[in-house]
């Protein structure tokens, strides 16, 4: 009876120093724990598609950061749904640019694009060209799977463009709804 008791106690002796030795391995070892991207709803004002200096700064009341966003255009003419936005950079380097999964409020097809211009020497607009895989362009095109996709409207598309420290980029965003026009769309915007 005795050498049942002393094996027991050996046993729960043995357990709990290997329960010891993982709560410490835990505390001492890195956690790997994933952050949830938050998401921020935005919604663009719509405007006419002009490209002057005046009427852009005055457009882009939406400031942007580094983030995740979704964004909402309300419909401006017809089918045509236009807003802009405005990005500063915060350091100098390449940003990377993504539109991906638009949609239209009542489901039905919508493609469209965003462009980027700066400010120029001569207080003109430039175009900025993006990077992307198939090459350099100024439109990061993207449809929904309504839409027949061909090389230049994606299911989602990255463009990376370098920007100095404290340089605004001007974003227009630019979508067009099928027949039956819902009264706005949406997209999901990232900047990293």
């Not at 990005?87 to 100098?92: G, Q």
């Not at 039905?108 to 700066?118: D, T, V």
């Not at 990077?131 to 990255?158: I, V």
């Amino acid at each position: 009876m005795k050498k049942r008791k002393d094996a027991f106690g050996t046993i729960k002796k043995v357990v709990a120093m290997v329960m010891a030795a993982v709560i410490v391995f835990s505390l001492t070892a890195p956690m790997n724990v994933q952050a949830k991207t938050k998401v921020k709803s935005v919604t663009l004002k719509s405007h006419v598609q002009e490209f002057t200096v005046p009427y852009v700064k005055k457009a882009a009341k939406v400031t942007l950061k580094k983030g995740t966003y979704n964004i909402r255009i309300n419909k401006s003419t017809g089918s045509i749904y236009r807003g802009y936005a405005a990005f500063t950079a915060p350091s100098t380097k390449t940003y990377s640019f993504i539109i991906s999964n638009v949609k239209a409020a009542n489901k039905s097809q919508m493609m469209g694009w965003i462009s980027g211009s700066k400010q120029d020497a001569d207080g003109g607009l430039s175009e900025c060209y993006f990077s992307t895989k198939g090459g350099k362009t100024t439109e990061l095109r993207e449809a929904d799977k309504k839409y027949d996709f061909s090389p230049s409207n994606l299911k989602n598309r990255t463009g990376k463009l370098k920007l100095q420290k404290g340089e605004t980029l001007y974003l227009y965003f630019s979508f067009t709804g099928g027949s039956v026009s819902p009264k706005y769309m949406t997209t999901k915007f990232q900047i990293k």
